[in-house]
């Protein structure tokens, strides 16, 4: 199992990215899916979680601005950003919980990470 996450890039302070998380392997299910951020010299932090159905929770720093959307069938999970500020600058990562198999629990796993980069 593998989560790939991209779509960061450097933007100025007032613009937009829309990150993406794909997930791909030996999945037989795939349930909560979450983005955390982890910006130079802090700890990583929750950004926004979006359960199997869709719905979608926000850390109160982004409620907003970004919105957390996922594709199932594609196996995909989406950040869109917008208003984006300098204090949002950090490297982003996903995490999903996925039963790799029949019969297994759910295991979490991560991506590795996209560098976003907003100049003010």
């Known amino acids: 199992v593998q989560l790939q996450a991209s779509g960061g890039g450097l933007v100025q302070a007032g613009g937009s990215l829309r990150l993406s998380c794909a997930a791909s392997?030996?999945?037989?299910?795939?349930?909560?899916m979450g983005w955390y951020r982890q910006a130079p010299g802090k700890q990583r932090e929750l950004v926004a979680t979006?359960?199997?159905?869709?719905?979608?929770n926000y850390v109160n720093s982004v409620a907003g601005r970004f919105t957390a959307s996922r594709d199932n069938a594609k196996k995909m999970m989406y950040l869109q950003m917008n208003n984006l500020k300098a204090e949002d600058t950090a490297v982003y990562y996903c995490?999903?919980?996925?039963?790799?198999?029949?019969?297994?629990?759910?295991?979490?796993?991560w991506g590795q990470g996209t560098l976003v980069t907003v100049s003010s």
């Open positions: 995490n999903a919980d996925i039963r790799p198999r029949v019969g297994s629990y759910y295991i979490t796993y």
């Open positions: 392997g030996s999945i037989v299910s795939l349930n909560g």
């Open positions: 979006i359960s199997s159905y869709g719905v979608p």
